[in-house]
């Protein structure tokens, strides 16, 4: 039997927020019951125009330029990226550190781009008012 690592794979709602797992792959959310129709939608429109499928948020966003259709989008839709950075505790262990950044600050981070295989990112989370308000 195959085992999958399905961390950072999930879709959760609240009354104005979706926050969904960074580790899925475009068609995943694609397949995805629990994503909203409207932003597959805005994935098929726009995202998968540039991207292959196969890719995840959490690899495509550190590969992303200011110019991209998908940056524009993010942008857009005010999309944040729960993040986790390795950090060295008092003690002298590893420990992680999490924070919400926005695209803007993660394609303008060329550290973060550098370090992108020690980043953990774990989910983005989409505000329903925004992802309405797009246009197709």
Do not use: C
């Not at 195959?2 to 979706?18: G, P």
């Not at 580790?23 to 994503?35: A, H, K, L, N, S």
């Not at 550190?62 to 524009?72: E, G, Q, V």
């Amino acid at each position: 039997m195959e085992t999958q690592n399905h961390d950072f794979k999930y879709v959760m709602q609240d009354v104005s927020k979706v926050y969904i797992g960074a580790r899925y792959t475009y068609q995943e959310m694609m397949d995805t019951d629990g994503i909203p129709f409207k932003f597959k939608a805005i994935l098929s429109h726009y995202i998968l125009k540039e991207v292959a499928a196969d890719t995840t948020p959490e690899n495509h966003i550190f590969y992303m330029r200011d110019t991209d259709i998908s940056y524009m989008v993010y942008k857009q839709m005010k999309i944040r990226f729960k993040m986790s950075f390795p950090m060295l505790s008092p003690k002298g262990e590893w420990q992680y550190k999490s924070e919400y950044h926005t695209i803007d600050e993660i394609a303008g981070n060329e550290t973060w781009k550098e370090q992108r295989d020690a980043i953990v990112v774990e989910e983005f989370m989409v505000n329903k008012l925004q992802m309405m308000m797009m246009s197709l």
